[in-house]
Antibody, heavy 120, light 111 residues
Framework: QVQLQESGPGLVKPSQTLSLTCSVS??????????WSWIRQHPGKGLEWIGY???????KYNPSLKSRVTISQDTSKNHFSLRLTSVTAADTAVYYC????????????WGQGSLVTVSS | SYVLTQAPSVSVAPGQTATITCGGN??????VHWYQQKPGQAPVVVVY???DRPSGIPERFSGSNSGSMATLTISRVEAGDEADYYC??????????????FGGGTKLTVL
């Protein structure tokens, strides 16, 4: 059974960098069949795809966030990470990691989510 | 960019059928996935690739997709089905840029 778990600071100051890690168990992020992704959900709002990383290290990002986002991986630890720079209050959200399954990508499974608040 | 449109809310009595729609330009040409999200929890896939059901999801959940509308149907609705439901597609129609797009979500209330 594949499980994902987000971890990282719950509070980040404005203009600083948000950093989260997703630890994966039950599957390898080196598996060629899947993409590993980040999604966020603003409080009381809908879902927004942030980006993904493939086993090869290639990445794709949501154009709306591309200039501030980096997703990286550590295959030795079987985890992947999110960095979002120059954060503002508008980046306050629950951040989820998830596996993308299939050639036209459903997210399955998801981590339980990590609330990150941007505030001084 | 590709947009998916969902009604904000749907209400249904227990035992009745709930119909949740997701509108998009030629969405019938795409694979649509549906997620259920209960308060404080992560989303869970209930239907994928328009009409397939993951193991463990009741047969009461079904999906269809044609033209400009995809539909999630929940038969014999139970109190435990009360949740937010999101549709999602993969799109590359804008400058061949890959994006995963979600609808705005529909809150299902069981009366």
């Amino acid at each position: 059974q594949v499980q994902l778990q987000e971890s990282g600071p719950g509070l980040v100051k404005p203009s600083q960098t948000l950093s989260l890690t997703c630890s994966v168990s039950g599957d390898s992020i080196s598996n060629k069949g899947y993409y590993w992704s980040w999604i966020r959900q603003h409080p009381g709002k809908g879902l927004e795809w942030i980006g993904y990383i493939f086993y090869s290290g290639s990445t794709k990002y949501n154009p709306s966030l591309k200039s501030r986002v980096t997703i990286s991986q550590d295959t030795s630890k079987n985890h992947f990470s999110l960095r979002l720079t120059s954060v503002t209050a508008a980046d306050t959200a629950v951040y989820y990691c998830a596996r993308i399954v299939g050639p036209v990508g459903r997210f399955d499974p998801w981590g339980q989510g990590s609330l990150v608040t941007v505030s001084s | 960019s590709y947009v998916l449109t969902q009604a904000p809310s749907v209400s249904v009595a227990p035992g009745q059928t709930a119909t949740i729609t997701c509108g998009g330009n030629n969405i019938g040409n795409k694979n649509v996935h549906w997620y259920q999200q209960k308060p404080g929890q992560a989303p869970v896939v209930v239907v994928y690739d328009d009409s397939d059901r993951p193991s463990g999801i009741p047969e009461r959940f079904s999906g269809s997709n044609s033209g400009s509308m995809a539909t999630l149907t929940i038969s014999r609705v139970e109190a435990g089905d009360e949740a937010d439901y999101y549709c999602q597609v993969w799109d590359s129609s804008t400058d061949h840029v890959w994006v995963w797009v979600f609808g705005g979500g529909t809150k299902l209330t069981v009366l």
